[in-house]
């Protein structure tokens, strides 16, 4: 899977490094920036999955900085965590307040920096966090890209592996065609929406030879979702 990009905006180059290198570690790739321009720079040419922004900045404060991010349409829903060496309540309150997802005060453990990164990805894109998925008889692993439904191995191809794995992590979800090709075809521009058809027919078919069917509803105008999970039973 592709590993979730975290920018990091933070002028103290100490803890800077100190969280790149605890998001590299961690299977997250850092982008940094030192101020809150160069921050701007890198969400308009990298998608960026989550911030970790500090509050105290030079130049654009990054409480300011929060401000613009949730008033721009393409980063309005963007998690973000404040970071903070200023112990006040007050602060939290008003980091949350202009939409921060999480705060963190000075000093803390990367540890449970990377907790909090976890759980709001978690909950916003759970296909960029969970690396194992069992539904049913059904196991999908990202980590080594092997499919297995009772213990029998599946081959996929590719496209339909990473299309498995998106359903299943979005199984409570119905997930459009227009969101299917953005999370897959990430780098491809020119990507019809009937091809997600081609692909989840052919993941379908796959599927129905190994006994599971249903397998994907079509949800009509809408798009697909992973069918019930007692029919991976
Ligand atoms: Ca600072």
């Known amino acids: ?86 112990d006040q309540e007050s602060d939290k309150v008003l980091g949350l307040d202009y939409g921060a997802d999480d705060y963190l005060s000075k000093p803390f453990s990367p540890k449970e920096l990377i907790a909090r990164i976890k759980a709001i990805l978690r909950r916003n894109s759970p296909d960029l966090v969970d690396e194992k998925i069992k539904y049913g008889n059904l196991i999908i692993d990202s980590e080594n890209h092997v499919t297995t439904y009772k213990d029998i191995l599946i081959k996929l191809g590719p496209t339909e592996f990473k299309l498995l794995y998106l359903l299943l992590a979005n199984r409570q979800r119905v997930m459009t065609r227009e969101r299917i090709v953005e999370k897959i075809w990430t780098n491809e521009t020119e990507v019809d929406s009937r091809t997600v058809d081609v692909h989840i027919k052919r993941l379908r078919a796959t599927l129905k030879d190994y006994g599971v069917s249903p397998s994907i509803e079509t949800i009509r105008s809408a798009g697909y979702k992973i069918s019930e999970e007692s029919y991976f039973e």
């Open 1 to 86: 899977m592709n590993k979730p990009n975290v920018l990091i905006v933070e002028d103290e180059e100490a803890i800077l490094e100190m969280i790149a290198l605890n998001l590299h570690n961690n299977n997250f790739k850092p982008y940094r920036a030192i101020n809150a321009e160069i921050a701007e720079q890198v969400l308009k040419t990298q998608k960026i999955d989550l911030i970790i922004l500090d509050w105290m900045l030079p130049g654009m404060s990054g409480i300011d900085f929060l401000k613009r991010i949730r008033i721009a349409t393409n980063t309005s829903k963007l998690p973000v965590i404040m970071l903070t060496a200023k």
